[in-house]
């Protein structure tokens, strides 16, 4: 405990010395932060420092070995870290799909070369990585994709296309799924491949929503030439690389929904309750609409025992357990949760929250509109919620196929 | 609060799980529905429990209990949930118990208490009556000024272990309409008050409960529990505690309808493969996964709020009698359905398991009447 406590002193002080006054407080929106990469921008321009130092002391990922540029720190120091970020009210020097996706799973499946090619840079933020898993034909069925890889001497040749690769435009390097065997049984004829997205032959075109713009865009092969030497894990085995990557991307979508679940889901005012009574109008008392009233406390029980079920793996892990079943409801939950209160957020302004944009509207309530009509992919994106029930009948229920 | 259970607590589930499966299998219950027993539930049994420790989990060590509070109690009323196990924990430890020791006087507490841990005693709480649903400050029953006490008038409905009970609070209205929120009084009765006749109820569930008339009962001050006119509050923290206390049970039940139900799917064949394998039923099964899960959180942290003491106590109760009771018909129903033309035979014992949902479901609120709490504690 002294020696955690010493290293929380010199934390704070390091951190104190060394961030920028202009980002102190910096409120990072859903998709906003420092994600780097070749043409990152900086926004506010301390930002750049920021990262800079950070990354030298390994604390843009702080767990991460040192040897790659990691932090070497303790899951202990590294909680000690991040409250003292939050403490100062620091904003993270770097986010993306490098800290979160590729970098564990090169650290867990990469050899030697590829650890001290690529870890480095996603921990300096120099290269900034997207996800090349879907496809037009493959969705849920991801194992039946269809991008080609066939093998040429030193090189696979990749002809396909991906779709739903969030921030290919703004991509640096993309990790990919490709079909190197045809012949074998469909999981087991697949490749995990690293493909610079400079290559002669790769191009990007952004996908529109029904909420309008996003991230995510298709990206088409074209005879695109790849070193063998980039697959990741054994060539046609790329199948169980692919699963555990799946498997940190869920972590990531629960974390960030179950961001609000700290504590407990305890002491927040009901958000819910404040907009309907503006717009439903107070008598001082209970809310006018009994219906939304019903509704809106639906909806609170709900988040309340969802975050209570976070917390209790939490606790559990903390003292010990092995994971329960419980965790395997958080996607599902999670997203279907999500989709219901923005739903309901729009119920509640009525005629208001029909707004597209432009006059009559206010930005908040386009925003909340934008906001429910994006959520409706939340069920879809990163494994459906029909596939999440399959995996729980499966295996949490041990239900036969 | 830690959602998790202690090394105490993990031992006493483990014990609760071993004497449930031994001593109370299901066809208990249906023996004393069929014996139509005048109980309604073993008291050799129940003085096991007493001499297990049970009975005293939620009472100080002074009265002979074990001071492990609601978090403790919970685990074993997940377990006799499981296999619907009928003795009066409800009524003695839950109601009537913890009328007395959150309001009783030293006197009173002296008298009962120590011998109710024992399992020597049954109490049980009259507050239910015709027209209160579950609105606890609705009460008709009238304390009407008689000298220096009171004689009491009325009727109460649905008393559980009512028959049986050895003492019973009842809860009449010293002043004030009959939904006021003020002027309500709680009384401690003996079983053989002059003016007090019980009858017994017979509901879907097939556990004892009774109505109550009070024709004149006399009462002194000495009866009174907690403050005379103010009884409202104590009897709002008593049913929240009770609710705790039932939703344990509604956990252990629904777990076990569950789990039957789900080895059911996987053992019975149709079209020639088990029906278990039809994505219509898993991702059914898999949502009813969910949502007991959820339950077991709310359980949880509500029983932990009220040993406590933290300040949204009374929310967490209600978060987890309003979960509790949408899941708990969920899965009783699609139990029943799921065991298609069987489950709907007396023969099997799954029947039971709706029964008791109902019952439960319907009992200290539904989960309308929580959410409706929930939202009024949240001020709106």
């Not at chain 1, 993309?174 to 012949?183: E, G, Y």
């Given at each position: 405990?002294?020696?955690?406590?010493?290293?929380?002193?010199?934390?704070?002080?390091?951190l104190?010395?060394?961030?920028?006054?202009?980002?102190?407080?910096l409120?990072?929106t859903?998709g906003?932060?420092?994600w780097?990469?070749?043409?990152?921008?900086?926004e506010?321009?301390?930002?750049?420092?920021?990262?800079?130092?950070?990354?030298?002391?390994g604390?843009?990922?702080?767990t991460?070995?040192?040897?790659?540029?990691?932090?070497?720190?303790?899951?202990?120091?590294?909680?000690?870290?991040?409250?003292?970020?939050?403490?100062?009210?620091?904003?993270?020097?770097?986010?993306g799909?490098?800290?979160t996706?590729i970098?564990?799973?090169?650290?867990?499946?990469g050899?030697e070369?590829?650890?001290?090619?690529?870890?480095?840079?996603?921990?300096?933020?120099?290269?900034?990585?997207?996800?090349?898993?879907?496809?037009?034909n493959?969705?849920?069925?991801?194992?039946s994709?269809?991008?080609?890889?066939d093998?040429?001497?030193?090189?696979?040749?990749?002809?396909?296309?991906?779709?739903?690769?969030?921030?290919?435009?703004?991509?640096?390097w993309?990790?990919?799924?490709?079909?190197?065997?045809?012949?074998a049984?469909?999981?087991?004829?697949?490749t995990?491949l690293l493909?610079?997205?400079?290559?002669p032959?790769v191009?990007?075109?952004?996908?529109?929503l029904?909420?309008?713009?996003?991230p995510?865009?298709?990206?088409?092969?074209?005879?695109?030439?790849?070193p063998?030497r980039?697959a990741?894990?054994?060539?046609?085995?790329?199948?169980?690389?692919?699963?555990a990557?799946?498997?940190f991307?869920?972590?990531?979508?629960?974390?960030?929904f179950?961001?609000?679940?700290?504590?407990?889901?305890?002491?927040?005012?009901?958000?819910?309750?404040?907009?309907?009574?503006?717009?439903?109008?107070?008598?001082?008392?209970?809310?006018?609409?009994?219906?939304?009233?019903?509704?809106i406390?639906?909806c609170?029980?709900?988040?309340?025992?969802?975050?209570?079920?976070?917390?209790?793996?939490?606790?559990?892990?903390?003292a010990?357990?092995?994971?329960g079943p419980?965790s395997?409801?958080?996607?599902?939950?999670?997203?279907?949760?999500?989709?219901?209160?923005?739903e309901?957020?729009v119920r509640?302004?009525g005629?208001?929250g029909?707004?597209?944009?432009?006059?009559?509207?206010a930005?908040?309530?386009?925003?909340?509109?934008?906001?429910?009509?994006?959520?409706?992919?939340?069920?879809?994106?990163?494994?459906t919620?029909e596939?999440q029930l399959?995996?729980?009948?499966?295996?949490?229920?041990?239900?036969?196929? | 609060?830690?959602?998790?259970l202690?090394?105490?607590?993990?031992?006493?589930?483990?014990?609760?799980?071993?004497?449930?499966?031994e001593?109370s299998?299901?066809?208990?219950?249906?023996?004393?529905?069929?014996a139509?027993?005048?109980d309604g539930f073993?008291?050799?049994?129940?003085?096991?429990?007493?001499?297990?420790g049970?009975?005293?989990?939620p009472?100080p060590?002074e009265?002979?209990?074990?001071?492990?509070?609601?978090?403790?109690?919970?685990?074993?009323?997940?377990?006799?949930?499981?296999?619907?196990?009928?003795?009066?924990?409800?009524?003695?430890?839950?109601?009537?118990g913890?009328?007395l020791l959150?309001g009783?006087s030293?006197?009173?507490?002296?008298e009962?208490l120590?011998?109710?841990v024992?399992?020597?005693?049954?109490?049980?709480?009259a507050?239910?009556?015709r027209?209160?649903?579950y609105?606890?400050?609705?009460?008709?029953?009238?304390?009407?000024r008689?000298?220096s006490?009171?004689r009491?008038?009325?009727?109460k409905?649905?008393?559980?272990?009512?028959?049986?009970?050895d003492?019973?609070?009842?809860?009449?209205?010293?002043?004030?309409e009959?939904?006021?929120?003020?002027?309500?009084?709680?009384?401690?009765l003996?079983?053989?008050?002059?003016?007090?006749?019980?009858?017994?109820?017979?509901?879907?569930?097939?556990?004892?409960?009774?109505?109550v008339?009070?024709?004149?009962?006399?009462?002194?001050?000495e009866?009174?529990v907690?403050?005379?006119?103010?009884?409202?509050d104590?009897?709002?923290?008593?049913?929240?505690?009770?609710?705790?206390?039932?939703c344990?049970?509604m956990?252990?039940?629904?777990?076990?309808?569950?789990?039957?139900?789900?080895?059911y799917?996987?053992?019975?064949e149709?079209?020639?493969?088990?029906?278990?394998s039809f994505?219509?039923?898993?991702?059914?099964a898999?949502?009813?996964f969910?949502?007991?899960?959820?339950?077991?959180?709310?359980?949880?942290?509500?029983?932990?709020?009220?040993?406590?003491g933290?300040?949204?106590?009374?929310r967490?109760?209600?978060?987890?009698?309003?979960r509790?009771s949408?899941?708990?018909?969920?899965v009783?129903?699609?139990?029943?359905?799921?065991?298609?033309?069987?489950?709907?035979?007396?023969?099997?014992?799954?029947?039971f398991?709706?029964?008791r949902a109902?019952?439960a479901?319907l009992?200290?609120?539904?989960?309308?009447?929580?959410?409706?709490?929930?939202?009024?504690?949240?001020?709106?």
């Open positions: 405990m002294a020696e955690l406590d010493e290293f929380r002193a010199q934390t704070r002080q390091w104190k010395a060394n961030a920028p006054e202009a980002i102190t407080g409120a990072l859903e906003g932060g420092n780097g990469g070749r043409r990152a921008t900086f506010p321009p301390e930002m750049k420092p920021w990262l800079e130092r950070m990354a030298e002391r604390w843009t990922a702080p991460w070995p040192r040897e790659y540029g990691g932090g070497g720190l303790s899951a202990a120091e590294a909680k000690v870290l991040q409250q003292e970020l939050a403490r100062l009210r620091l904003p993270l020097p770097l986010t799909f490098g800290l996706m970098g564990p799973t090169l650290l867990h499946f050899n070369e590829q650890k001290r090619e690529h870890i480095p840079k996603i921990c300096r933020g120099e290269i900034r990585w997207c996800q090349g898993y879907s496809e037009p493959a969705g849920s069925d991801l194992a994709l269809q991008t080609r890889a093998r040429d001497g030193d090189d696979f040749v990749i002809n396909g296309s991906k779709v739903w690769t969030s921030y290919a435009d703004l991509s640096d993309i990790f990919a799924l490709v079909r190197s065997d045809p012949k049984k469909k999981q087991e004829g697949i995990f493909i610079d997205m400079d290559s032959g191009s990007v075109s952004p996908i529109g029904i909420s309008g713009k996003s995510f865009c298709e990206t088409r092969f074209d005879d695109v030439r790849v063998v980039n990741v894990g054994a060539i046609h085995g790329g199948w169980t690389v692919a699963k990557l799946l498997g991307e869920r972590n990531m979508i629960a974390e960030v179950g961001g609000q679940a700290r504590g407990g889901g305890q002491g927040r005012g009901s958000v819910l309750a404040e907009l309907a009574r503006e717009y439903l109008g107070d008598a001082g008392g209970a809310l006018g609409d009994p219906v939304l009233r019903d509704e406390a639906r609170e029980l709900d988040e309340r025992a969802f975050h209570l079920t976070v917390q209790r793996a939490r606790d559990a892990a903390k010990g357990h092995q994971p419980e395997s409801l958080f996607k599902v939950y999670a997203t279907e949760l999500n989709k219901r209160r923005t309901l957020m509640i302004a005629p208001h029909l707004g597209w944009q432009g006059a009559g509207f930005d908040d309530e386009i925003g909340r509109t934008r906001g429910w009509l994006r959520a409706r992919g939340n069920s879809i994106e990163g494994g919620s596939i399959n995996i729980i009948a499966k295996r949490v229920l041990g239900l036969p196929d | 609060m830690q959602l998790v202690t090394e105490d607590q993990e031992l006493l589930a483990k014990t609760a799980a071993d004497f449930a499966a001593h299998p299901v066809s208990r219950v249906r023996a004393l529905r069929d139509d027993d005048a073993s008291r050799k049994l129940w003085r096991q429990m007493a001499e297990l049970w009975v005293g989990i009472f060590e009265f002979g209990g074990a001071d492990m509070g609601l978090s403790g109690l919970s685990v074993v009323l997940e377990a006799l949930g499981r296999t619907l196990a009928p003795e009066p924990f409800l009524s003695t430890v839950l109601l009537g913890q009328a959150l009783g030293e006197g009173q507490k002296s009962w120590p011998k109710l024992e399992g020597e005693r049954l109490l049980t709480l507050y239910q009556e027209r209160s649903r609105d606890l400050r609705c009460v008709a029953t009238r304390a009407e008689d000298g006490g009171w009491l008038r009325g009727e409905i649905q008393v559980l272990d009512g028959t049986c009970a003492g019973i609070v009842v809860v009449a209205r010293t002043s004030g009959e939904r006021a929120a003020d002027g309500i009084t709680l009384f401690a003996r079983r053989d008050a002059p003016g007090l006749r019980l009858e017994r109820q017979h509901r879907v569930d097939s556990r004892n409960t009774a109505l008339f009070l024709d004149g009962v006399a009462v002194g001050a009866d009174v907690g403050a005379e006119g103010r009884g409202g104590l009897l709002e923290r008593v049913v929240d505690r009770a609710t705790v206390g039932i344990a049970e956990l252990g039940s629904m777990s076990e309808a569950f789990e039957r139900t789900l080895g799917l996987k053992q019975r149709q079209f020639g493969v088990p029906i278990g994505q219509a039923l898993k991702h059914r898999a949502q009813q969910i949502e007991i899960e959820l339950c077991r959180s709310a359980v949880m942290a509500a029983a932990r709020a009220v040993d406590d933290v300040e949204d106590a009374a967490l109760v209600s978060l987890a009698k309003a509790c949408d899941a708990a018909i969920l009783a129903d699609e139990s029943i359905q799921m065991h298609g033309g069987i489950g709907m035979t007396d023969e099997h014992e799954i029947g398991y709706l029964k109902r019952v479901e009992t200290f609120g539904d989960a309308a009447y929580h959410r409706d709490r929930w939202a009024r504690l949240g001020g709106y």
